[in-house]
């Protein structure tokens, strides 16, 4: 479980999180929601150590991580995936070196061992005999699942994803949030999504929190929200909604 109490962050004295509060539970799809600006990537940022709060504590378990050193923060880090909006994979190498690389960096394992690891993560996200690819040569979806599969492989405590569905179609954003809860539900993970799909928030969201103008504004789950009558969060959903059958007509 990831707790957050009470944290403050401002940039050049704009608050962009303000008095924030919550719990991301284990075992569970936690979803972040919010219009942009609202201070939703600035919060996923703060969990995972890229910002530090201005006050405030971030606990990882039992472990209040906001307040360790960044010595301290990298042992915490070897049990964090990440899966970043583009994916972020290294366009020079390889599938195998890309997903191999937390291996590389947090464990001594033989190369047989490792190996053996990015075989195991790509077939669990149903990927076989990709090693040997690049970047360029995968479809979106193929770089959201090998972006999985490099997240997963240090076998995570803890996993944020940040738009995980950017750039996909429909159905293959319903692949890759089907993935991550099956593997937050398989490995038992504490997984934190920011996201402003609302697809994505009505498929998986165990857990949801809504932010607006930096503060927790709303939080329940996804059949909660179609009974809710919070009228900024009714607003956002009406929004997202709209936009996205813009979107589909034009395509």
């Not at 962050?9 to 569970?28: M, P, Y």
């Not at 669990?124 to 490099?150: C, F, Q, T, W």
């Not at 996993?159 to 179609?169: A, V």
């Not at 165990?206 to 919070?230: A, P, Y």
């Amino acid at each position: 479980m990831i707790t957050v109490n009470n944290i403050f962050k401002c940039f050049e004295g704009r608050t962009v999180l303000n008095d924030i509060s919550a719990q991301f539970q284990t075992g569970k799809t936690n979803l972040i929601i919010g219009q942009s600006g609202s201070g939703k990537t600035v919060l996923l940022k703060s969990l995972v150590g890229l910002h530090q709060v201005d006050s405030g504590d971030i606990f990882y378990d039992d472990i209040n991580f906001s307040a360790l050193s960044f010595k301290d923060k990298k042992q915490i880090r070897q049990h964090v995936g990440m899966i970043f909006q583009g994916g972020a994979l290294l366009d020079s190498s390889t599938v195998e070196d890309n997903i191999m690389l937390p291996l590389n960096l947090f464990t001594n394992q033989s190369l047989e061992e490792k190996r053996e690891r990015v075989n195991f993560c790509l077939k669990r996200v149903n990927l076989e005999n990709v090693n040997s690819m690049y970047p360029a040569e995968l479809s979106g979806g193929m770089i959201k699942r090998v972006a999985i599969a490099r997240a997963i492989v240090l076998n995570p405590k803890y996993l944020f994803c940040d738009e995980p569905n950017s750039g996909l179609d429909p159905k293959t954003s319903i692949i890759i949030d089907n993935l991550i809860h099956e593997i937050t539900h398989e490995y038992n993970i504490t997984t934190v999504i920011n996201t402003h799909d609302m697809n994505s928030v009505m498929e998986i969201g165990e857990t949801v929190m809504f932010i607006f103008e930096g503060k927790k504004w709303w939080c329940g789950n996804k059949d909660d929200i179609l009974n809710s009558d919070n009228k900024e969060l009714n607003d956002f959903v009406f929004a997202s909604s709209m936009a996205k059958r813009a979107k589909a007509f034009k395509l």
